[in-house]
């Protein structure tokens, strides 16, 4: 059995490293933040205090992390994963990072022989949890068939997009879709309420026909409880939008609707509310139709 290296135990990555754990597989787990830490190793993990410490001890090493900077520090780095490296290991990034910093490192990393996978994953903090993630691959299919029964582990839908990047691509592609759902939903509910009807209602009404989705499915029980604590945050949907975008024009791609949308998001943070979840974007469109949010208040 493949012993396995977690490294970033945020608001998804401690519930995947566990489910790895659960799984049965022996399990290295490190952190910035001990806390997290602490926890997994109560349960059965092993702890180490550097991700060259966890890489020297693994098969296969994991990271979830927030942002290109972060995994190139953790990857790269003086106390990284390629000074703990040796031929053979296998690292597999969750994080959502652009296409062609993915391939940067997979070469780098390449030169140590160690197989890298991208291999962001979308389903929010529930998914996490429950191990219903969907996982996109790009990378070595050798090395992924490798890694493929840690990955069952964490997701119920595990699909190989094709070379190193690839994932990454797939996942941009992927937020492009979900920020468009969450901006709808928050205009259609503030449509609804500002021209006299229901929103409750009129969520029930179009869960039903062409209009249903993921989105009108899971978030608006949470917005009507006046719930807007994250499952996803609102920065990090902002980070995955504005790597979009980056990317389009690299490739000279437009997109005018994720453009208006990473706005609405980047609002977000200029109004305090990044720590939100990204299907609080509704305030935003809120402020812009001069609703005031009373206790209690749906919308």
Known sequence: MLKVGYIGLGLMGKSMARNILKAGFPLVVHNRSRAAVDEL??????AAFSPK????????????????????????GAEGIIAGAREGLIFVDNSTIKPATARAFAEKLGERGVQCLDAPVSGGDIGARQ????????????????????????????????????????K???QIMVAAQMV???????????????????????RGGAAQCWTLDVKPPRLF???????FKAFMQAKDLNIVLET????????????VDAQLYNAMLQNEMG?????????ILEMLAGIELESGDPA
């Open 41 to 46: 190793v109560a349960e059965g993990a092993q």
């Open 53 to 76: 410490g966890v890489a020297e001890q693994v098969d296969v090493v994991f990271t979830n992390l927030p942002d290109s900077p972060d995994v190139e520090l953790v990857a790269l």
């Open 131 to 170: 191990g219903t993630l969907t996982i996109m691959v790009g990378g070595p299919e050798e090395a992924l068939e490798r890694v493929r029964p840690v990955l069952e582990a964490l997701g119920k839908k595990i699909t190989h997009i094709g070379g190193t990047g690839a994932g990454q691509i797939a």
């Open 172 to 174: 941009a592609a992927n």
């Open 184 to 206: 709808a939903m928050g205009e259609l509910l503030v449509f609804a309420q500002k021209a006299g009807a229901d929103p409750r209602k009129v969520v029930e009404a179009i």
């Open 225 to 231: 409880a006046g719930n807007r604590r994250p499952g």
């Open 248 to 259: 389009a024009r690299q490739y000279s791609i437009p997109l005018p609707s994720a453009a």
């Open 275 to 283: 720590n939100l979840d990204n299907s609080a974007v509704l305030g």
